[in-house]
């Protein structure tokens, strides 16, 4: 937990992330740390088609009971459960960065415009970064006349309530809201950092989230679990141990070279499997791919890598869905 009001610090204390120096960064980006070191087979417009799907706009406007589970791109999620539309990160601007104008371009269209989206009952965020809080998208959200209930990291409230956006709850690691009868949200640690401008480093905190559906009829809870964005650590041990086995899992599988640089703050595929065997996960989906420009794999890298990591585990193909922007599927349950 922080060991101020102001600076939060990862569960592993010799774990620091965030405070590079400004000439390393410089001279990373003018190496290529940041953009892909080459196209996809066929290039973007070909693996655009390839990777996208029409929205089912007509699905999205039903509130299932059962949960239901649409990728947007990127980290950005909307589950459907209970009777809930809960959108988690959404990023739907052409850039990931100020504005949704600036920063990593975009390379796969969002799949619908904030305006499209079905009535939005929870928002959750995982930590201040552009490519997970995306202003464009909140504020095309609000002017369409949407006010959902925000979940955030602790430190990050008033940015949220400085721009008429709300109710918002802060949460600390292990604390959690109930968002309806019978559905409770916890905030879970991960190993990252945030920062928004150069002044504010790790002065909110991060995180992910783990849903619980309590069904009169069942007895343990369906669990779903958005881990945001993480290196590998224990941290995922402790979530199976506290919370117990996960059912459904947003499995983050990219943005992962150069590894001397990512692998602290992202997860490769390889890592992402143990992630997902650390929580006992039946079911995941990958997400945190195939998007933004803002590493150096290729953007057809991570399927074929998780392919690898899952053979290797003598794991079946199937226990991490590869699904396309715009896709929806039914969870199983």
Known sequence: MPPSPRRFANTHPGVVIGNFPWYEMVWRSLRGDFKPRSDPAGGY????????????HARLAQRPQAPVVTWLGHVSILLQVAGLNVLMDPTLCGFAGPLGRF???????????????????????????????????????????????????RGLGDWFAQRGMGPVTELNWWEHTDIAPGVRVHFTPAQHWSRRTPWDTNASLWGGYALEWTRPDAGDPWRFLFPGDTGYSDDFKAIRRRLGAVDFLALPIGAYLPRDFMKPMHVN????VQLMLDVDAKQAMGVHWGTFMLTQEAFDHPPR?????LAQRGLPQDRVWLMRHGETRAVPM
Do not use: K, M
């Open 269 to 272: 595929p390889e890592d992402a």
């Open 305 to 309: 890598d998780v392919a690898a990591a």
């Open 45 to 56: 417009e070909a693996f655009a088609r390839q990777w996208s799907a029409p929205v089912d």
């Open 103 to 153: 920063g990593a371009p975009r390379c796969v269209p969002a799949p619908l415009a904030p305006e499209q989206l079905p009535p939005i009952d929870v928002v959750l965020i995982s930590h201040n970064h552009y490519d997970h809080l995306c202003y464009g998208t909140l504020r095309r959200l609000r002017d369409a006349g949407q006010s959902p209930r925000f979940v955030v990291p």
